[in-house]
């Protein structure tokens, strides 16, 4: 059974950073692309960053400022975020696809002064 995990979400002033993580279990992590998405309060899940092999990519919004990471000696995956805004809000995701179908339970960053 696939199970993904996040956590390392929580309350920043703006401009502040979050380390989040994704800890996944239940298939071969390392062959799969990897993926972070994010649902902000009355929105739909929206694409954050994509890890593939030998490649990253990202929201515009969110390029310079996020870097997607990952650990395939321990399931891992990571999103360092730093220069938060408060239009980063949301509950953040790690997912197997794009579109956020197969998922986490997701933890929630919230930026706030």
């Known amino acids: 059974e696939v199970q993904l995990v996040e956590s390392g979400g929580g309350l920043v002033q703006p401009g502040g950073s979050l380390r989040l993580s994704c800890a996944a279990s239940?298939?071969?992590?390392?062959?799969?692309?990897m993926y972070w998405v994010r649902q902000a309060p009355g929105k739909g899940l929206e694409w954050v960053s994509t890890?593939?092999?030998?490649?990253?990519y990202y929201l515009n919004s969110v390029k310079g400022r996020f870097t997607i990471s990952r650990d395939n000696a321990k399931n891992t995956l990571y999103l360092q975020m730093n220069s938060l805004r408060t239009e980063d809000t949301a509950v953040y995701y790690c997912?197997?696809?794009?579109?956020?179908?197969?998922r986490g339970q997701g933890t929630q960053v919230t930026v706030s002064s």
């Open positions: 239940g298939f071969r992590f390392s062959s799969y692309d």
């Open positions: 997912a197997t696809d794009s579109r956020g179908t197969r």
């Open positions: 890890i593939s092999i030998g490649a990253t």
